[in-house]
């Protein structure tokens, strides 16, 4: 696996030690040391993972039998080379202490940094596997200066006028100096004036800024960006304050591209450079992103979107933090179960999302069986947000659906509460058996439930947009209305 640079940075500078290269390990737990060889990996779900092999056999007390001979007793897994304390570590979820021995280069002399642990399975044939506790590595606990990420699979945002402006402080003179300067290299050599990468800054409004700049070195099909965090006015913070912010980012992205979005590596640095602190994410290829209110056919991607909104969004993520995060989870979780064929339960999970956004609105809880959808169309039009008129026109699958079922009035929130009311509470209230319209007119086309969870998120992100007080200039179009 090729890594870029704050990838190298992480395992050069904080845990010393080589991707897929073994190494001799010290690993210490209950006042028993272990000297195994530990080997470094990215396992194929993405994570960080130490292998380890050669653990020390197990060494029972010496017992004296009834004929006073002198015996050493294994048990169980013992026998095959499973330590015991390394069992209970695994079992018990015990941190252990794990120090990495690498042979040291005389001229460029490391520090080995003792790295707290857990064994994620101890296997027979004295090996298993370790992770980072916490996915952190805690070298110093020194106030940070600034911390580093670096991110793949989000979105390619543009921002078109940073690029302009980066090279449009030239006078004429400059101009024709550097053109000087291009007339004088010799053959094959050449003068590029590059302009800035396509980069955002995200201002919390209470002193953070976060910088996502796009990595145009990576190698990678998948887009990448590096990122930073920093205080506005250079003070210094915690590893903790950092943990926060990272938080919330999380959850914007998350909104932003319609999936989590994990950072490969986080390092943090104090006030002298160094790299003090690391937490590890998710390597991985890529995801896949979602028709939502960034991503959709007409309207450009826009840096400036992402400025203007987070500010917003931080307001109201610092005053509901927990709802917030409930929102976002149904909103992700929803699509990843309609990407799995789970389409009823898509529709559900999305519909509990938009009830929990439409509680905070209101300021009062609203949940199932007392839900009306007269109550969430009250939100939907305080914020003007288009709330599906019945009409062969602009909604014709929503529109027979909503005949079929003899529902009444003509909200699309209505047929949302509806369908989900159903897909918690399927059987006849009468009679124990499936409500047969329910049967004929929607689970005989499946189809129809993907419209409807997209129905369903389109109230959820717009819903959300609004709440936080960011209006986008146009909304996307639903999946059932393109061609």
Same mark, same amino acid.
């Given at each position: 696996?090729?890594?870029?640079?704050?990838?190298?940075?992480?395992?050069?500078?904080?845990?010393?030690?080589?991707?897929?290269?073994?190494?001799?390990?010290?690993?210490?737990?209950?006042?028993?040391?272990?000297?195994?060889?530990?080997?470094?990996? &990215?396992?194929?779900?993405?994570?960080?993972?130490?292998?380890?092999?050669?653990?020390?056999?197990?060494? @029972?007390?010496?017992?004296?039998?009834?004929?006073?001979?002198?015996?050493?007793?294994?048990?169980?897994?013992? &026998?095959?080379?499973?330590?015991?304390?390394?069992?209970?570590?695994?079992?018990?979820?015990?941190?252990?202490?794990?120090?990495?021995?690498?042979?040291? $280069?005389?001229?460029?002399?490391?520090?080995?940094?003792?790295?707290?642990?857990?064994?994620?399975?101890?296997?027979?044939?004295?090996?298993?596997?370790?992770?980072?506790?916490?996915?952190?590595?805690?070298?110093?606990?020194? @106030?940070?200066?600034?911390?580093?990420?670096?991110?793949?699979?989000?979105?390619? /945002?543009?921002?078109?006028?940073?690029?302009?402006?980066?090279?449009?402080? /030239?006078?004429?003179?400059?101009?024709?100096?550097?053109?000087?300067?291009?007339?004088?290299?010799?053959?094959?050599?050449?003068?590029?004036?590059?302009?800035?990468?396509?980069?955002?800054?995200?201002?919390?409004?209470?002193?953070?800024?976060?910088?996502?700049?796009?990595?145009?070195?990576?190698?990678?099909?998948?887009?990448?960006?590096?990122?930073?965090?920093?205080?506005?006015?250079?003070?210094?913070?915690?590893?903790?304050?950092?943990?926060?912010?990272?938080?919330?980012?999380?959850? *914007? *992205?998350? /909104?932003?591209?319609?999936?989590?979005?994990? @950072?490969?590596?986080?390092?943090?640095?104090?006030? $002298?450079?160094?790299?003090?602190?690391?937490?590890?994410?998710?390597?991985? =290829?890529?995801?896949?992103?979602?028709?939502?209110?960034?991503?959709?056919?007409?309207?450009?991607?826009?840096?400036?979107?992402?400025?203007?909104? /987070?500010?917003?969004?931080?307001?109201?993520?610092? !005053?509901?933090?927990?709802?917030?995060?409930?929102? &976002?989870?149904?909103?992700?979780?929803?699509?990843?179960?309609?990407?799995?064929?789970?389409?009823?339960?898509?529709?559900?999970?999305?519909?509990?999302?938009?009830?929990?956004? !439409?509680?905070?609105?209101?300021?009062?809880?609203?949940?199932?069986?007392?839900?009306?959808?007269?109550?969430?169309?009250?939100?939907?039009?305080?914020?003007?947000?288009?709330?599906?008129?019945?009409?062969?026109?602009?909604?014709?699958?929503?529109?027979?659906?909503?005949?079929?079922?003899?529902?009444?009035?003509?909200?699309?929130?209505?047929?949302?509460?509806? &369908?989900?009311?159903?897909?918690?509470?399927?059987?006849?209230?009468?009679?124990?058996?499936?409500?047969?319209?329910?049967?004929?007119?929607?689970?005989?086309?499946?189809?129809?439930?993907?419209?409807?969870?997209?129905?369903?998120?389109?109230?959820?992100?717009?819903?959300?947009?609004? *709440?936080?007080?960011?209006?986008? =200039?146009?909304?996307?179009?639903?999946?059932?209305?393109?061609?």
């Amino acid at each position: 696996m090729k890594l870029n640079k704050l990838e190298t940075v992480f395992f050069d500078e904080i845990i010393n030690a080589e991707l897929d290269v073994p190494v001799h390990a010290t690993l210490k737990y209950e006042g028993t040391t272990f000297e195994i060889i530990v080997e470094p990996e &990215i396992a194929p779900e993405g994570y960080l993972r130490f292998k380890y092999y050669n653990a020390p056999p197990y060494e @029972p007390e010496p017992q004296v039998g009834p004929d006073g001979a002198i015996f050493k007793e294994l048990k169980g897994i013992e &026998i095959f080379g499973t330590h015991p304390l390394l069992e209970e570590a695994w079992q018990k979820r015990a941190l252990v202490e794990l120090q990495l021995n690498p042979s040291q $280069s005389p001229l460029q002399p490391k520090s080995n940094p003792s790295l707290n642990a857990k064994v994620l399975y101890a296997d027979v044939g004295h090996r298993g596997e370790l992770v980072l506790d916490q996915n952190q590595v805690i070298r110093s606990t020194a @106030p940070l200066i600034k911390a580093e990420f670096t991110i793949s699979g989000f979105s390619d /945002f543009r921002t078109p006028e940073k690029q302009w402006l980066s090279t449009a402080g /030239f006078s004429e003179t400059e101009y024709e100096a550097l053109q000087s300067v291009a007339n004088k290299l010799g053959d094959d050599a050449e003068l590029t004036v590059t302009p800035a990468r396509h980069n955002i800054a995200l201002n919390t409004g209470d002193g953070w800024q976060i910088t996502l700049t796009k990595d145009e070195n990576s190698d990678s099909d998948v887009v990448s960006h590096v990122g930073s965090v920093q205080k506005i006015n250079g003070d210094d913070f915690t590893i903790g304050e950092l943990c926060d912010v990272l938080e919330g980012l999380r959850y *914007f *992205f998350a /909104f932003t591209i319609g999936n989590y979005c994990f @950072p490969t590596v986080i390092v943090g640095y104090d006030e $002298s450079r160094r790299a003090t602190w690391a937490q590890v994410g998710r390597f991985e =290829a890529g995801r896949q992103h979602t028709l939502n209110w960034f991503h959709h056919p007409g309207d450009a991607k826009w840096g400036r979107i992402l400025e203007q909104f /987070f500010p917003k969004f931080w307001t109201k993520w610092t !005053a509901h933090k927990d709802e917030i995060i409930a929102v &976002i989870d149904c909103y992700v979780r929803s699509t990843v179960m309609r990407r799995a064929g789970l389409q009823q339960d898509a529709v559900a999970k999305s519909c509990f999302g938009l009830e929990i956004l !439409a509680s905070l609105v209101l300021e009062k809880t609203i949940q199932y069986p007392d839900v009306t959808a007269e109550e969430i169309d009250k939100v939907l039009r305080c914020y003007r947000i288009l709330n599906r008129q019945v009409g062969p026109s602009n909604a014709p699958v929503s529109d027979q659906l909503y005949k079929n079922l003899n529902l009444t009035g003509d909200l699309g929130a209505n047929l949302i509460v509806t &369908i989900r009311n159903y897909v918690a509470h399927p059987l006849h209230k009468q009679r124990t058996e499936i409500r047969p319209q329910y049967l004929r007119y929607l689970d005989s086309d499946v189809l129809q439930y993907t419209y409807l969870h997209d129905l369903s998120q389109f109230y959820v992100e717009y819903t959300l947009l609004r *709440f936080c007080g960011y209006n986008v =200039a146009h909304c996307r179009q639903l999946r059932e209305n393109q061609g």
